[in-house]
């Protein structure tokens, strides 16, 4: 087995997960960046260096071998997904159905503590509401 | 933000199709204050017209080495766009805010300007 190809495929993988985990890590706190730079460099490098190694090793010897090709296909493939996710970003505003002015239309749901909320409750009281994605 | 709000004696409450299980999660997972609701049919999502029909997500089953994703598989889920609405006392809605960019968040700083000028 070319080792110095396996290791190149190696890390062109490592790095493509490395700017994945990182980048995800923002989520929680909400600091993901409008432009990720940094992330998107990472993970270019990250997959040409993968399949540089796997280009290379064919080129010098046959088959590049299992070893070589597994990182190199699995850094595309989250390398690619990553840049998919990136062109997904934009949210369609969609039709919202009130304005600045309107009262709030009433509704009723359940809590994550379990009782019922019902938006009566928050006559009375100031109140800042958040519609989220939630798990995705 | 939390003590900026309650200052201005804003409570703050958030929405998402999350069911209670999931949202009880969240609430744990990230030390949140606020109260969490759910809306797994997405009834009030409709009613306000924020839902997004084709909202990219992604499944993490597909392959996993010791419990790592290796290859996340985009699918498409309908969910809430992020919004926000700033209410009085009366139940009026004072301020909106739509991000158009789902991975960021309602800056701070805007939502506290919105709160001040409201309330002020």
Known sequence: ?136 | MQADLDEHGVSLVALSKDTVEEAATHKTRDNLRLTLLSDPDLDVIRQYGVEHHKALGFKTGSFTLFGIPLALTPSFKTMAIPTTLLVDEDGVIQWIDQTDDYRLRSSEDRVLQAVKAAFT
Not at chain 1, 4 to 27: C, D, E, Q
Not at chain 1, 32 to 58: D, K
Not at chain 1, 106 to 118: I, L, N
């Open chain 1, 1 to 136: 087995m070319n080792t110095v190809a396996f290791a190149a495929s190696a890390t062109g993988f490592l790095a493509v997960m490395v700017a994945w985990g990182t980048y995800l890590a923002t989520i929680p706190s909400g600091k993901v960046p409008a432009r990720p730079v940094g992330w998107i460099i990472l993970q270019l490098a990250g997959m040409a260096t993968a399949v540089s190694a796997a280009v290379w090793s064919f080129r010098i010897g046959g088959s590049p071998g299992v070893a070589v090709i597994v990182p190199a296909v699995f850094a595309v493939m989250m390398g690619s997904t990553f840049f998919y996710f990136l062109s997904q970003r934009k949210t369609p505003i969609g039709k919202l159905r009130v304005k600045v002015g309107d009262t709030l239309p009433p509704f009723e749901v359940k809590t994550s503590d379990g009782p019922e909320f019902h938006t009566d409750s928050l006559a009375g009281k100031r109140t800042l509401l958040k519609f989220f994605r939630g798990g995705w």
